[in-house]
């Protein structure tokens, strides 16, 4: 039944991009004839696939599912993202810096530059430590920051992890309460906060399934990426003891995108590395 309702949801999209370059050519005749159809067809797909597609359907999810708890992010096509499965306390120069200790880099601002020298990376297959993520929805907007450690020095495939911050007054509530995930309050970038966060492991290339921007693959298994994480931060001791807590929604695995997920997140408290003794 779902993949019978997302084969239609493509044939509609597919059907939406060539009513859009027939209206543009023809119809309109906004497209002279000396430029080639391509470049119509190629306008209207980026037109479309990242600007008017992901904003109508992450409008209509909002209305939606206003009332939804939801212990994952969401996509620029609205659909479900990765699962939520970390979250770390402190100011965003101890986040920096406790990622930065365990050699990882932080994430290019994702804009046109970095696109271009990602694909340009990608294509190649030259190393870009620094390579921007694809923007996920959480507590309203997209991610605040990222962190990544690139695994054999290709662009292709990375362990990274995007984070939100929310107030600690905020995070003293029920997590499993809409309170917690609706709230859309943003704090002042000095404040100790809780960082809520969504690591993966990227593994190659493919397309979002509604609106097919180009994107990265991912591993399935999100667990896996939450303990490697940990591991990473508590190795170099940029974190404290680590408590795992269940979100409000259980997360079935078919229904969250294809991650195989338990649904915990760990929960630590970040603190100042551990100097070597001389």
């Not at 209206?23 to 306008?43: G, N, Q």
């Not at 870009?128 to 907007?141: C, E, I, K």
Request: aromatic share 10%; proline share 5%; net charge neutral.
């Amino acid at each position: 039944m779902r993949l019978a309702i997302r084969t239609l949801q493509r044939i509609a999209i597919f059907g939406l991009g060539v009513l859009s370059v027939w209206l543009i050519v023809d119809v309109f005749e906004l497209v002279d004839r000396r430029l080639p159809w391509i470049l119509a067809v190629s306008a209207t797909y980026v037109v479309g696939a990242y600007l008017i597609l992901p904003r109508a359907v992450r409008m209509g999810l909002k209305i939606l599912q206003r009332q939804h708890v939801p212990s994952f992010t969401i996509t620029g096509d609205g659909l479900p993202g990765d699962p939520v499965n970390l979250a770390l306390a402190g100011t965003a120069a101890q986040l920096r810096s406790a990622f930065a200790t365990a050699g990882w880099v932080e994430a290019d601002p994702l804009n046109f530059s970095s696109s271009c020298r990602m694909v340009r990376a990608f294509i190649l297959n030259t190393p870009y430590p620094a390579a921007p993520f694809s923007t996920l929805y959480l507590f309203g907007r997209g991610q605040d920051i990222g962190f990544q450690k690139a695994i054999d020095n290709s662009p292709r495939k990375r362990h990274h992890v995007r984070f939100w911050a929310q107030n600690l007054a905020n995070a003293e509530t029920d997590w499993s309460s809409a309170a917690f995930w609706l709230s859309d309050e943003r704090p002042a970038s000095d404040e100790h906060v809780l960082w809520v966060g969504a690591g993966t492991k990227d593994t190659g290339l493919s397309l979002t399934r509604m609106t097919f921007q180009m994107t990265h693959a991912t591993d399935a298994d999100t667990n896996a990426e939450r303990n490697y994480i940990v591991d990473e931060l508590s190795n170099c001791g940029a974190i404290g003891k680590v408590t795992n807590y269940k979100t409000g929604d259980e997360l079935i695995t078919k229904h969250v995108n294809h991650y195989v997920t338990d649904g915990d997140i760990a929960v630590a408290e970040i603190e100042a590395p551990k100097q070597n003794a001389p």
